[in-house]
């Protein structure tokens, strides 16, 4: 089955993406998985969404609810405390020419490394910065570090981008490596083989969360705190749970739903 294309900006954009990959035969595993993944796997993306997203919300609560349950801590100071830093992340943010996501469940990402006293966190996806931003605060107390994996914006020439919101005095502290998951990963617990705190927001197909999920979960130590986003998307998350007895927690936030549990 080929995937259909319905603007010419979309055609256009796919094909400067391709082009973009072939310039850069580091990517090319990526490439073939991706090839796959929006050609034979196409519909493998939202596999079990309607499940998950009936499950997700029967158990959702709210960010500061989850935080106070899990790690008895009230979410309320994080903003007052980092007005003048978040408020420059933001004026960083609507400067760039590049479009990514924007900041998500903050609190929820700095409160989990303080919970933890993370000394190493690792985040799959980066875009902006934001998730990188709030772990960082957090590690930079204890002269911690974050390890991110984010694969190059190919299509938007946004690789200058990248992390955009993090201040230069927080850099010291976070290791990025440019790939897909399945070459950044390996590389980076090469580095540190236990972490404490685990963030999720990267490939949002079914078998891509699954199998970094897996790996991920591996390299968090007992008593980290594992978080996903969107897990709405499919049924990964659902049934990572499941699979492994893991009694999670959902949020809800801004219309999508997060999973963090405590390890």
């Not at 830093?85 to 590049?98: G, S």
Request: some cysteine; hydrophobic content about 35%; proline content about 3%.
């Amino acid at each position: 089955m080929c995937p259909k294309f319905n603007t010419v900006s979309e055609i256009s954009r796919v094909l400067k993406t391709f082009v973009a990959y072939l310039k850069r035969p580091d990517l090319y595993p990526e490439l073939g998985r991706k090839i796959i993944k929006n050609t034979v796997n196409r519909g493998n993306a939202f596999k079990g969404k309607e499940k998950t997203n009936s499950w997700a919300a029967s158990k959702a609560i709210s960010q500061k609810e989850a935080v106070s349950k899990l790690f008895g801590i009230d979410i309320d100071p994080f903003k007052n405390n980092f007005a003048e830093i978040l408020k420059e992340a933001e004026r960083r943010q609507n400067e760039c020419p590049i479009k990514m996501g924007g900041a998500g469940a903050l609190e929820l990402i700095y409160y989990s490394c303080e919970f933890a006293n993370a000394k190493n966190a690792v985040e799959t996806g980066v875009a902006y910065g934001w998730s990188s931003l709030a772990a960082l605060l957090s590690l930079e107390k204890r002269g911690g570090t974050l390890y991110s994996s984010d694969m190059p914006y190919l299509a938007q020439d946004g690789d200058q981008y990248v992390g955009y919101v993090v201040p230069e005095n927080l850099k010291p502290h976070w290791k990025l490596f440019r790939f897909a998951d399945k070459e950044s990963l390996p590389k980076i617990f090469a580095d540190s083989a236990s972490f404490d705190v685990v963030h999720y927001d990267s490939d949002k197909s079914y078998n891509g969360r699954f199998w970094a999920y897996t790996e991920l979960y591996k390299h968090l130590r007992t008593g980290g705190v594992f978080i996903s986003d969107d897990i709405g998307d499919n049924s990964a998350y659902q049934d990572f749970c499941e699979k492994n007895n893991i009694d999670t927690t959902v949020v809800e936030y801004e219309g999508k739903y997060i999973g963090v549990f405590v390890k």
